[in-house]
């Protein structure tokens, strides 16, 4: 079975500082691949980053980067130069390639403070 | 803007109600998914079509049932409602397998 766990319900963090929002994943399936997405108070899902389970390099996208570390099943989330506009719910998703649904996990609440 | 687009983005109804929620899919993007999105159950998938075909069922109850038209655009009907029913809803899509998939802004449906 998949599984995707977020152990942190609430996050804060300060203005222009870094932030590591966790993320491990449980599967069988050898090829898969994460997913990251933000979900402002105005309800939509937005992507920021993926990373697939080949992947040799961690995956990074402005200023959010993928902490892939396959062995230990984990794919941590990291926002550097945290802004205002970062203040949201981020949910960690996976899909494998033999199936069709995504798996999402239980999402944390990040609030960055000025 | 995501590229998908859902309507209507709000649905007041009341129970014992039927209503059919619209989603269009990014253009090339052959793949539509539907979630749930309420306080309690987090994201639930509900169900997944793949070039008008039925390709995935999650959590989706019997009253609710969709399609993905020819033209790659989907519907979810949604009949019986009740005040559970109550939720965000998503469509998303994606090219194929494997990549990422890219949400609408999402129907918010409130059962009265």
């Known amino acids: 079975a998949q599984k995707i766990t977020q152990t942190q319900p609430g996050m804060f963090v300060q203005e222009k500082e870094a932030v590591t929002l966790d993320c491990t994943y449980d599967t069988s399936d050898p090829s898969y691949g994460l997913f990251w997405y933000k979900q402002p108070s105005s309800g939509e899902m937005i992507f920021l980053i993926y990373?697939?389970?080949?992947?040799?390099q961690n995956a990074t996208e402005g200023r959010y980067s993928l902490n892939f570390q396959k062995a230990r099943k984990s794919a941590n989330l990291v926002i550097s130069a945290s802004q205002l506009g970062d203040s949201a719910m981020y949910f960690c998703a996976m899909r494998t390639n033999t199936g069709n649904q995504f798996y999402f996990g239980t999402g944390t609440s990040l609030t960055v403070i000025p | 803007d995501s590229g998908v687009t859902q309507t209507p983005k709000h649905l007041i109804t009341a129970t014992g109600q039927r209503v059919t929620l619209r989603c269009s899919p990014r253009?090339?993007?052959?793949?539509v998914y539907w979630y749930q999105q309420s306080l309690d159950q987090g994201l639930q998938f509900l169900i997944q079509?793949?070039?008008?075909?039925?390709?995935a069922k999650g959590n989706i109850l019997e009253r609710f049932s969709a399609q993905q038209f020819p033209d790659l655009h989907s519907e979810l009907n949604l009949s019986s409602l009740e005040l559970g029913d109550s939720a965000l809803y998503f469509c998303?899509?994606?090219?194929?397998?494997?990549?990422?998939?890219?949400f609408g802004q999402g129907t918010r449906l409130t059962v009265v």
């Open positions: 990373q697939g389970s080949y992947d040799q």
């Open positions: 253009s090339g993007d052959l793949s």
């Open positions: 079509y793949y070039n008008g075909e039925e390709r």
């Open positions: 998303a899509s994606s090219v194929d397998a494997g990549t990422e998939a890219f």
